[in-house]
C-alpha cells in the first residue's frame, strides 16, 4: 500500500509488531496507577539515559554518569564547552515535550520553536537555530583513518527544503486512516532524510519520535529511553535508514518501519523489567535501600566510600553489594582496588 510519499508492505510481521505495542499500551493505564512512586523513578532515569544517548550519537563524549552530574548542578554560565551546552538544550527540550505534549502541535512554527530550545546554550549554533537550512547539509560518517563516507543525500536548501517540510505537516495532519505507530516512525523518518535544519535534525527526529508517541497516547515512552535503544543499535539505524533512502524518492519503507517497531517492543520489554526491579527493591532492609540509594546518587562509588558515608563496616557492604548483584540491582566496574558501582 502507499501511504504519503512511501510503499508499505503491509505484511503479517508489520500487523503483529502494532498488535504487540498496542496490547501493552491497553494494560498500561492500570500499571501507571499502581506503579505511580516507582515511575517517577524511572522517568529521571529514563530522561539522563535519553539525554546523554542522544549526544553521544552526534558524537558527545559525556557519559550518563558526567550527564546526570551536570543536570544536577546546571549552571547556564558554565556551559562552556560544546557537549555540555547540546546537553542542556537536549534536557530542555525533552523537558517541554514530557510536560506540554498535549499543547504542542505539529506544525512548521512549533517544530521551529522546538529546534531553536534544542539550540538555545550552543554557541556555534546561534547564527541558525530556529530556521531551515541555508546549506547543504549531507550524513556523513567520519572513518577511523580520517577520511568521511556519505550515508545519504539530503533534500537541498530553499525552496525544496520549504516544500518538503509543508508537505510532510499537511500530510501527517490531514491523514486521519494511518495507525498512529505507522505515522510517527514515517514522520521521523521523513524529517531525517529531509534534514531541514542546518544542524540537531538527528537529535530533533528523536526528540519528534517521543513527542508523536506521547500525542498518540503512548504515555510509557517518557518512562525508558527511546535514545539509549537507538544508540545501541546505531549501526543498524544508519543502515536501515541508508537502504530505504537509496530507493528515494517512492520507497519502500517497511524494513524501517519493522526496526522503529522492534526498537519500540525493546524497550517495553525493558520498561517491564524495570518495574519487576522495583517490586524487589520494596523488600529490600533499610541497610540495602541505604546502601542502593547511595549507589543512585554517587555512580562510580566503591565499597570503602559506602562505608565511609554511610557508617557501615565494609565486611557488611561487600555482602549486601554482592547481594543487589545478584538481585540485578547494580553493576560492577572494574577489578581490584579501581571496582566501582553504578546502578544498572
Request: aromatic letters at 10%; one cysteine or more; glycine letters at 4%.
Amino acid at each position: 500500500m502507499k501511504v504519503y510519499n512511501f510503499e508499505l508492505d503491509f505484511d503479517w510481521e508489520l500487523v503483529n509488531n502494532i498488535s504487540k505495542l498496542d496490547r501493552f499500551d491497553a494494560s498500561w493505564n492500570s500499571i501507571e496507577k499502581r506503579e505511580g512512586q516507582s515511575l517517577k523513578q524511572l522517568k529521571s532515569i529514563a530522561t539522563v539515559r535519553s539525554v546523554g544517548a542522544s549526544t553521544r550519537i552526534e558524537g558527545s563524549k559525556m557519559s550518563d554518569e558526567e550527564v546526570d552530574i551536570l543536570l544536577r548542578n546546571l549552571s547556564i554560565d558554565k556551559l562552556t564547552e560544546r557537549y555540555k551546552q547540546e546537553v542542556a538544550g537536549y534536557f530542555e527540550a525533552l523537558d517541554i515535550i514530557s510536560e506540554s505534549y498535549n499543547d504542542i502541535r505539529i506544525t512548521e512554527n512549533e517544530i521551529k520553536n522546538l529546534h531553536n530550545i534544542l539550540l538555545k546554550y550552543s554557541e556555534k549554533d546561534q547564527w541558525h537555530k530556529g530556521n531551515y537550512k541555508q546549506h547543504s547539509n549531507n550524513v556523513e560518517a567520519n572513518l577511523p583513518d580520517g577520511t568521511k563516507q556519505l550515508i545519504f543525500e539530503t533534500t537541498s536548501p530553499g525552496f525544496e527544503t520549504d516544500d518538503a517540510m509543508r508537505s510532510l505537516f499537511e500530510w501527517y495532519n490531514r491523514d486521519t486512516q494511518t495507525h498512529q505507530l505507522v505515522k510517527s516512525a514515517l514522520f521521523s523518518y521523513e524529517f531525517v532524510s529531509i534534514h531541514p535544519f542546518q544542524d540537531g535534525n538527528g537529535r530533533l527526529s528523536r526528540l519528534l519520535a517521543s513527542l508523536l508517541l506521547l500525542k498518540g497516547g503512548y504515555k510509557w515512552i517518557q518512562y525508558v529511553s527511546f535514545e539509549h535503544e537507538i544508540e545501541s543499535r546505531k549501526p543498524e539505524y544508519y543502515r536501515e535508514l541508508r537502504s530505504c533512502q537509496a530507493q528515494r524518492p517512492n520507497e519502500n519503507v517497511t524494513t524501517w518501519i519493522n526496526f522503529f517497531f522492534s526498537a519500540l517492543m525493546n524497550i517495553q520489554e525493558q520498561l517491564l523489567a524495570k518495574l519487576e526491579q522495583t517490586g524487589t527493591t520494596s523488600k529490600l532492609s533499610p541497610r540495602e535501600k541505604s546502601i542502593l540509594a547511595f549507589i543512585s546518587d554517587h555512580a562510580g562509588c566503591k565499597s570503602g566510600d559506602i562505608a565511609k558515608n554511610l557508617d557501615i563496616p565494609n565486611p557488611t557492604v561487600k555482602r549486601i553489594l554482592s547481594d543487589l548483584l545478584s538481585l540485578n540491582l547494580i553493576e560492577r566496574h572494574g577489578t581490584g582496588p579501581g571496582t566501582n558501582y553504578s546502578l544498572l
